[in-house]
């Protein structure tokens, strides 16, 4: 039973660019949520997925924003990249009964913005 | 704001004794507390949970204990093994059950042989 896959492992970018960031769920997960996690600090909420509808969102800018495919799998779109995008991104998933519970992460993009 | 808060950035004990991290929350809205771990590379694996509703969790070596009037949480790990060196994330989930987790900023638990 495969767990929560990222890709890519790590990414390199420009300040101004933009990136794309994916993310497949655990088996039987239907819901997926994305967090962003800077050195030395715990994990942030960006926006969380259900139904390819954005359910609920943290206090990141509208330059974040994501998508979910009909398969569970999802994307998270950075744009106009600044220094501070420079982070761990990570995907957790779970099944929408269960989502305010235990989620599953994936090990994570790391993103490094020069 | 820093709702959750782990005011111990690293701990260090002996293999074999306890390890006890601790974890402090504002929010008393609050319901779902959740405690993972996080190796380097990797993302954080869940780890225990504890509901409002109960004040201890037991799951082999790992306990949580929940104080609401205080709005403290532990995690007891016994004994501790150096395959538990790892960060540790304390979690929590609002009311709404909205699937937002709140994490701390982690403990860093270094188990010496």
């Known amino acids: 039973d495969a767990g929560v896959t990222q890709s890519p492992t790590h990414l390199i970018k420009t300040r101004g660019q933009q990136v794309t960031l994916r993310c497949s769920p655990k088996s039987g997960h239907d819901t997926v949520s994305w967090y962003q996690q800077a050195l030395g600090q715990g994990p942030q909420f960006i926006f969380q997925y259900y139904e390819e509808e954005e359910r609920q969102r943290g206090n990141f800018p509208d330059r974040f924003s994501g998508h979910q495919f009909p398969n569970y799998s999802s994307e998270l779109n950075v744009n106009a990249l600044l220094l501070g995008d420079s982070a761990l991104y990570l995907c957790?998933?779970?099944?929408?009964?269960?989502?305010?519970?235990?989620?599953?992460f994936g090990p994570g993009t790391r993103l490094t913005v020069t | 704001d820093q709702q959750v808060k782990q005011n111990s950035p690293s701990l260090s004990v002996q293999e074999g004794r306890i390890s006890i991290l601790n974890c402090d929350y504002t929010?008393?809205?609050?319901?779902?507390f959740l405690w993972y771990k996080k190796y380097p590379a990797e993302g954080p694996t869940f780890l225990i949970s504890?509901?409002?509703?109960?004040d201890k969790n037991e799951d082999g070596r790992f306990t949580v204990f929940l104080n609401k009037s205080a709005k403290h949480l532990s995690l007891h790990i016994v004994p501790s093994q150096p395959g538990d060196s790892a960060v540790y994330f304390c979690?929590?989930?609002?009311?709404?059950?909205?699937?937002?987790?709140?994490f701390g900023q982690g403990t860093t638990l270094q188990v010496k042989p």
């Open positions: 957790a998933s779970s099944p929408l009964a269960r989502q305010g519970y235990e989620q599953y």
């Open positions: 504890i509901s409002s509703i109960k």
């Open positions: 929010n008393s809205m609050f319901d779902y």
């Open positions: 979690a929590a989930s609002p009311a709404s059950n909205t699937g937002k987790l709140i």
